[in-house]
């Protein structure tokens, strides 16, 4: 199976370096998860589709091409997910925004969703979900699952860092959806926090703890 994508782009590379260092402070975090995740949307907007038209320019007409058909639509997965908003909408600003708030039930672990509000016509928009860290799969799972059961038929799933065990429960589960990220990490903790990763992902975009 081939659909993980990971966007091993010098800038990209160079960036989530900056982000894995602990003394990289919350302004310069945010920062850097904006321009990596619009650097990750580059390429995972490369399969959008486009017409041709003609464009008179000074010299002469010219036949050329632009985006057409399917609207898109990004998630957010609250909350660490904000923060790659700035970035993909500054590569594509037409795109409507959805929100999905998830917390892990302390009894089984499992992700409960407690929020959730999507653009009207979801079911007829291409959606990619974005989300610093693909862990343990749990949440980017839930989350597909919800589009899934609003219609949408074309999902991706955006995040910066992933987990082999994140990846695999996604597959396992999704196979259909298409994951782009920036970088495979070793695993997990007993904690489930990325090992060596970024730390909590939230916290350092928000500036809690
Ligand atoms: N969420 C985070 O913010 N960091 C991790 O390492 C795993 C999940």
């Not at 017409?51 to 036949?63: G, S």
């Not at 959730?116 to 990619?128: L, Q």
């Not at 904690?191 to 990763?197: M, N």
């Amino acid at each position: 199976m081939n659909n993980l994508h990971i966007i091993d782009h010098p800038l990209v590379q160079h960036k989530i370096s900056l982000l894995r260092d602990k003394n990289t402070g919350t302004k310069e975090f945010r920062e850097l998860v904006s321009e990596i995740a619009m650097f990750i949307c580059y390429e995972a907007t490369r399969d959008l589709p486009l017409k041709e038209i003609e464009i008179e320019t000074p010299i002469a007409v010219a036949k050329t091409k632009i985006i057409s058909g399917r609207k898109l639509a990004f998630v957010p997965i609250l909350r660490a997910g904000l923060g790659m908003v700035d970035g993909v909408t500054a590569l594509v600003p037409a795109a409507k925004i959805g929100h999905i708030g998830l917390f892990r039930d302390p009894q089984t672990h499992s992700p409960v969703m407690y929020y959730s509000k999507m653009p009207d016509d979801i079911s007829e928009r291409d959606v990619i979900i974005v989300d610093p860290m693909l862990a343990t799969g749990r949440s980017a799972k839930a989350a597909i699952d919800e589009m899934k059961k609003l219609g949408v038929k074309h999902i991706k799933f955006m995040c910066i860092i992933c987990s082999p065990e994140g990846v695999d429960a996604v597959r396992e589960a999704h196979p259909d959806v298409e994951i782009y990220t920036g970088v495979m990490d070793e695993g997990l903790n007993e904690d489930h926090y990325i090992v060596p990763g970024v730390g909590d992902a939230g916290d350092r975009i928000f500036g809690t703890k």
